[in-house]
C-alpha cells in the first residue's frame, strides 16, 4: 500500500485527523499595532459584490481588504529587510515543497501564564529536544503559548503604556532554530513572531530580522496548538500566490494521529 493510500484510509478511519490552525478572518480581527511614525496595516473589510439580487440575481461574492499580515497568516523572506535579496523570498516564488514540513511543538503555556513576556530560549529549546527528539531540518516549530486562549482583542494585543506585551523569541533561539536547526519556519500564537516588546529588542524584532535574513518564515496567530502532539503532527502552511507578496492570511491546518 503506498504512503498516500495509507494516508487516505487513516483519515477515513480517523485514525489521522486534520486540525484547523486558523483563526476566523472578518472585520474583528485584531491588528498588529506599531509605533505611530510607522504606516499602520488596515483592518478587515468586507464589503458584498451582490447577494442573489439586482446587482447578481443567482451569486453572491464580496470584496476583501486587508494588509497582508492579518489574522492567521504567513510571513515570507522579503517580509524584512534581512531577506529582501534572497532568492526565492516572496510568496509567489518559494517552492510549494517548503509549505509542508513536520511539527515540533514546544509548550511554554505556563510560563507565559506567570510572565506574558516570555521568551523561548535555546536551553528550554534542549530541554525540550532532550524528551522528544532534536528538531529535523524542514520542521515548523509551533510555540504553544495558550496565546489563543486571549479571545478579547485588548487582550490579545495586550497593550500597556510602554507598548504589547507578549511571549516570544530570544534572538539566540531564533539563531538556533534558522542556523543549526534549520526550520522550515516558526508559528506563534501571538499577532507576530516577535515578542510584543520586540521594538525595544537589539536588533529589534529579532525573530523576523534572524529568520527572513536566513531564508525561513514565519506563522503568526495560529490556535488549537494544544490539539497537537510535541512530535508526529504534519502541518501544511501555503500563503495565497500572490505576485511578489510579503505574507498572506492562510489556512494552516495539521494531519495528527
Ligand atoms: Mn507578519
Known sequence: MSTLT????DLKAGRLRVVDLTQPLGPETPVIGLPPIFAASP????????KYDDRGPAWYWNTLTFGEHTGT???APVHWVTGKDLRDNSCD???ARRFVGPACVIDVARDVDANPDFLLTPARIETWEAEHARIPPGAWVLLRTGWSRRRDASQFLNVAS???HSPGF???ASKMLANDRDVLGVGVETIGTDAGQAATFDPPFPNHSI????GKFGLASLCNLDQLPPTGAVVIAAPLKIVGGSGSPLRVIAITP
Open 6 to 9: 495509507q494516508l487516505v484510509d
Open 43 to 50: 483592518g478587515v473589510t468586507i464589503s458584498v459584490i451582490s
Open 73 to 75: 497568516h504567513f510571513d
Open 93 to 95: 516564488t518559494i517552492p
Open 162 to 164: 510602554d507598548g504589547p
Open 170 to 172: 530570544d534572538a539566540s
Open 211 to 214: 529568520m527572513h535574513g536566513a
